[in-house]
């Protein structure tokens, strides 16, 4: 079982920026990927960014490109999201998820075995 956790979620205004991390209790693999999805109310979760731990090798959706970075720490076991020029439409829960299915889209909610509890990101107009 692994088990995540988010922290560094807050309330900031337009332009500001925030950095999200997400422990893992252990990596489980050699080749882990970690992503980062977001769930706005009344919206379905969508994915924002992903890594993989032993490459580095990121992806992003075309939403955040530009603005958004994802980051990772192997001796810490952490993966963080490095969010810049946010804007209201970014307000959303922030999760991190793990354990991607083999042969499985990295942006694909029900690809991922785990998942953490979510930290709140609010951006003000």
């Known amino acids: 079982q692994v088990t995540l956790v988010e922290s560094g979620g807050g309330s900031v205004q337009a332009g500001g920026s925030l950095k999200l991390s997400c422990a893992a209790s252990r990596w489980w693999s050699n080749s882990n990927s970690v992503a980062w999805f977001r769930q706005a109310p009344g919206k379905e979760r969508e994915a924002v960014a992903d890594i993989y731990t032993n490459s580095g090798i990121t992806t992003y959706a075309d939403s955040v490109k530009g603005r958004f970075t994802v980051s990772r720490d192997n001796s810490k076991n952490t993966v963080y999201l490095q969010m810049n020029s946010l804007r209201p439409e970014d307000t959303a829960m922030y999760y991190c998820?793990?354990?991607?299915?083999?042969?499985?889209?990295?942006?694909?909610?029900?690809?991922?075995?785990?998942w953490g509890q979510g930290t709140q990101v609010t951006v003000s107009a």
């Open positions: 998820a793990a354990g991607l299915q083999f042969n499985c889209d990295w942006d694909l909610v029900r690809c991922y075995y785990y």
